[in-house]
């Protein structure tokens, strides 16, 4: 079946440095990759996504680039801010079902200054 | 930009009783609507499939008998918890969309039950 494995967290880091997110999937077909992230009392937002290999996501300073050969998705900033504080969801649908999403546990980032 | 609403932010109730969650999509129409589960450090886990004017697409091990969804208006989906129980304690989640629209996600309720 579907499967989406990232790193636990809790991950602390200081305002500047470089952050990498771990993410790999399990899927049959192709599916579409997505990042959420949940900042402190609000609800799930998208962050960014890619539907097919070799496609990079990027949104406010984040990527992530679909790898079909590594099935993995990993989410990487060159300089956090304390602002980039909250719980970050790798997520995949298979093809066809936008809502169906298989989420991972969820990687909490704290960003120090 | 669009926003979906969830109410209540949280909930206690005792062992026994109904609980009723609700999710509006504030500036679209919502033709279809999900409902999430989420365990303590675990994954959210797509509990059913809501489209507006038919009955719930359940997923499997859910049961659609003690989690009641409605989704009678393009704004507005319900879950009720019937005879709600402590293990039923988790934050639950709802999301919505349009045709070929983003996924817009609520802000969750946290459900104790005691």
């Known amino acids: 079946g579907n499967s989406v494995t990232q790193m636990e967290g809790p991950v602390t880091l200081s305002e500047e440095a470089f952050l990498t997110i771990n993410c790999t999937y399990t899927?049959?077909?192709?599916?579409?990759l997505f990042w959420y992230v949940q900042y402190p009392g609000e609800g799930l937002q998208l962050l960014l996504k890619a539907t097919k290999a070799d496609d990079k996501g990027s949104n406010k300073g984040f990527e992530a680039t679909y790898r079909k050969e590594t099935t993995s998705f990993h989410l990487e900033k060159g300089s956090v801010q304390v602002s980039d504080s909250a719980v970050y969801f790798c997520?995949?649908?298979?093809?066809?079902?936008?809502?169906?999403?298989?989420f991972g546990k969820g990687t909490k980032l704290s960003v120090k200054p | 930009g669009a926003v979906v609403s969830q109410h209540p932010s949280w909930v206690i109730c005792k062992s026994g009783t109904s609980v009723k969650i609700e999710c509006r999509s504030l500036?679209?129409?919502?033709?279809?609507m999900f409902w999430y589960r989420q365990f303590p450090k675990q994954s959210l886990m797509l509990m059913a499939t809501?489209?507006?004017?038919?009955?719930?697409?359940?997923e499997q091990g859910v049961e659609k008998d003690k989690f009641l969804i409605n989704h009678a208006s393009l704004t507005l989906s319900t879950l009720t918890v019937t005879s709600a129980h402590p293990e039923d304690s988790s934050f639950y989640i709802c999301?919505?969309?349009?045709?070929?629209?983003?996924?817009?996600f609520g802000n969750g309720t946290r459900l104790t039950v005691t």
């Open positions: 997520a995949l649908t298979a093809w066809g079902s936008q809502g169906n999403l298989i």
């Open positions: 999301s919505a969309t349009a045709y070929n629209s983003p996924l817009h």
């Open positions: 809501s489209n507006e004017g038919s009955k719930a697409t359940y």
């Open positions: 899927a049959t077909g192709y599916p579409s």
């Open positions: 500036d679209f129409q919502a033709t279809t």
